[in-house]
């Protein structure tokens, strides 16, 4: 384990992670809404809107498993404040301890934006994977600290292996960019963010410099 790794103590590993997220969103300024991210062609306050999109369609289909409401999470057009953010995040987190006091992780969970139906347990990895990643492009972006369990980015990065196939990297359009190298040894949110495409040592500075 890394020194800057913890233990999980949670019942499932996206809730600590959601709680953190609330954090980051709730330290970043307005000033800091134009301040470009990791996560290609968004700054700050786009990826705040990628987020409210994402965490309000995870809120509905981990409340209704198998129901035909589902919302694009592509086309959120609602405000995109910082607070916003943070009480549609802590909706989720209320949605994942209900979905999972009620047995989700057992059922087919239907999510037709990516792909079909998958089991529960994969889905709630779908959305653990989302909010480590996209929580750590938020933090880098705004100067914070973002250090999830080990277990929570091995499991986001096992579920990344299992769907990322080699079209799916680089050109314009496509989900994430090439595997990064790292150490073999790296810290395991290194060595998931790398197989994301994500430079692990992201720095806004490095951008406006040109490196």
Same mark, same amino acid.
């Given at each position: 384990m890394g020194p800057n $790794? #913890? $233990?999980p103590t949670s019942p499932h590993p996206v809730l600590p992670v959601l709680d953190d997220l609330v954090r980051v969103i709730g330290a970043t300024t307005p000033q800091q809404d134009a301040a470009p991210t990791p996560c290609a062609g968004l700054d700050v306050v786009s990826l705040r809107g990628h987020l409210l999109g994402g965490t309000g369609y995870f809120s509905v289909v981990l409340a209704d498993p198998d129901g035909d409401r589902r919302p694009d999470p592509r086309a959120y057009a609602g405000p995109d404040g910082a607070d916003v953010l943070i009480a549609a995040v802590q909706e989720l987190s209320v949605a994942v301890r209900t979905a999972l006091a009620g047995g989700v992780a057992a059922v087919p &969970? +239907? &999510?037709p934006a990516l792909g079909g139906t998958f089991p529960g347990a994969y889905v709630l990895d779908? =959305? =653990?994977? /989302?909010?480590v990643v996209h929580g750590w492009d938020l933090a880098r972006a705004t100067g914070q600290t973002w250090r999830p369990d080990r277990a929570a980015s091995e499991r986001a990065r096992a579920l990344l292996a299992d769907?990322? +196939?080699p079209e799916y990297r680089g050109g314009a359009g496509m989900p994430f960019g090439? /595997? %990064?190298p790292v150490r073999p040894d790296a810290p395991a949110l290194d060595r998931l963010l790398a197989f994301a495409g994500r430079t692990p040592d992201w720095t806004p #500075?490095? %951008?406006?410099? !040109? !490196?």
């Amino acid at each position: 384990m890394g020194p800057n $790794e #913890t $233990e999980p103590t949670s019942p499932h590993p996206v809730l600590p992670v959601l709680d953190d997220l609330v954090r980051v969103i709730g330290a970043t300024t307005p000033q800091q809404d134009a301040a470009p991210t990791p996560c290609a062609g968004l700054d700050v306050v786009s990826l705040r809107g990628h987020l409210l999109g994402g965490t309000g369609y995870f809120s509905v289909v981990l409340a209704d498993p198998d129901g035909d409401r589902r919302p694009d999470p592509r086309a959120y057009a609602g405000p995109d404040g910082a607070d916003v953010l943070i009480a549609a995040v802590q909706e989720l987190s209320v949605a994942v301890r209900t979905a999972l006091a009620g047995g989700v992780a057992a059922v087919p &969970v +239907r &999510v037709p934006a990516l792909g079909g139906t998958f089991p529960g347990a994969y889905v709630l990895d779908m =959305l =653990l994977t /989302e909010a480590v990643v996209h929580g750590w492009d938020l933090a880098r972006a705004t100067g914070q600290t973002w250090r999830p369990d080990r277990a929570a980015s091995e499991r986001a990065r096992a579920l990344l292996a299992d769907q990322i +196939r080699p079209e799916y990297r680089g050109g314009a359009g496509m989900p994430f960019g090439p /595997e %990064v190298p790292v150490r073999p040894d790296a810290p395991a949110l290194d060595r998931l963010l790398a197989f994301a495409g994500r430079t692990p040592d992201w720095t806004p #500075t490095a %951008v406006t410099q !040109g !490196g």
